[in-house]
């Protein structure tokens, strides 16, 4: 009896010991963004969803998690300082990735007292110091680059792959085409992405250039409430021109996670 309760302990052992390597080794894919990747408590209240909602659809979740961490209303700034980023931080590893997506909210005041969110705009290394009537503490703010900047680097710091999308684009058209930010946000996603050497996806242009096939009427009933924020079926769209994406531009060995 003795002899069989040893060799029971030895399995539950092994088993436990197995369990606990699968479950360490297992990566992570980390989405951070707004509202546009996570609206609400993402059930899609007030028929707003955002892509993020719909990406573990896409993947093999007994090999790879998927966290989306995007909440609405936050830019680049304030998922850092509100220590969205470092909860994140705490348990990124190598061979996890993170997709992020900002620049909806970032464009707003740096020290107004409804929010206090902005950042400076383009990519420099420009700093400001305020005080922050929400936080009620002086801040230096940094540009909307050194924030994206940093969520690469750190990532990369921790062996983590980051992938920068574009904000994708609002339901604006213009002569039958859909008014991008390529002089803004769009723009210096991209060249933040390229200094720093991490994967890029031009949201921001294959959302307005699937828009444009589609036409403007048909693309309406995306945007029951604003011009921002997509239904379900324009947040599904998005997710699947996210994944194309992904496959596409292949980074690290996401592609072994896919369904």
């Given at each position: 009896m003795k002899k069989t309760s040893s060799i029971l302990l030895f399995f539950f052992f092994v088993l436990s010991s197995f369990t606990l390597i699968y479950f360490k080794q297992k990566p992570t894919l980390y989405i951070i963004g707004d509202s546009?990747?996570?609206?609400?408590?993402?059930?899609?209240?007030?028929?707003?969803?955002?892509?993020?909602?719909?990406?573990?659809?896409?993947?093999?979740t007994t090999k790879i998690a998927v966290r989306n961490h995007a909440i609405g209303g936050r830019s680049s700034r304030t998922f850092i300082t509100e220590g969205r980023w470092d909860t994140i931080m705490a348990h990124l590893k190598k061979g996890d990735y993170v997709i992020m997506q900002f620049g909806h909210n970032d464009g707003g005041p740096l020290d107004d007292t409804a929010r206090a969110r902005g950042?400076?705009?383009?990519?420099?290394?420009?700093?400001?110091?305020?005080?922050?009537?929400?936080?009620?503490?002086?801040?230096?703010?940094?540009?909307?680059?050194?924030?994206?900047?940093k969520y690469i680097n750190d990532?990369?710091?921790?062996?983590?792959?980051?992938?920068?999308?574009?904000?994708?684009?609002?339901?604006?058209?213009?002569?039958?085409?859909?008014?991008?930010?390529?002089?803004?946000?769009?723009?210096?996603?991209?060249?933040?992405?390229?200094?720093?050497?991490?994967?890029?996806?031009?949201?921001?242009?294959?959302?307005?250039?699937?828009?444009?096939?589609?036409?403007?009427?048909?693309?309406?009933p995306f945007f029951p409430v604003d011009h921002t924020h997509t239904d379900l079926?324009?947040?599904?769209?998005?997710?699947?021109?996210?994944?194309?994406?992904?496959?596409?531009?292949?980074?690290?060995?996401?592609?072994?996670?896919?369904r």
């Open positions: 546009t990747v996570r609206n609400g408590d993402g059930t899609g209240k007030n028929q707003q969803w955002g892509w993020g909602s719909f990406m573990a659809g896409y993947f093999d950042t400076i705009m383009g990519v420099g290394n420009e700093s400001k110091e305020i005080y922050n009537p929400i936080r009620k503490k002086q801040e230096v703010v940094y540009s909307y680059g050194w924030y994206m900047r990532a990369k710091a921790k062996g983590a792959i980051p992938v920068v999308c574009s904000p994708i684009p609002r339901n604006d058209w213009k002569d039958g085409k859909v008014i991008r930010s390529t002089d803004s946000y769009a723009k210096w996603a991209e060249d933040v992405a390229k200094s720093e050497g991490a994967y890029f996806i031009n949201l921001n242009n294959l959302v307005a250039l699937q828009y444009e096939k589609m036409g403007e009427e048909k693309v309406k079926e324009g947040a599904k769209l998005n997710a699947s021109i996210v994944v194309n994406e992904l496959k596409r531009i292949k980074p690290g060995k996401l592609k072994k996670y896919f």
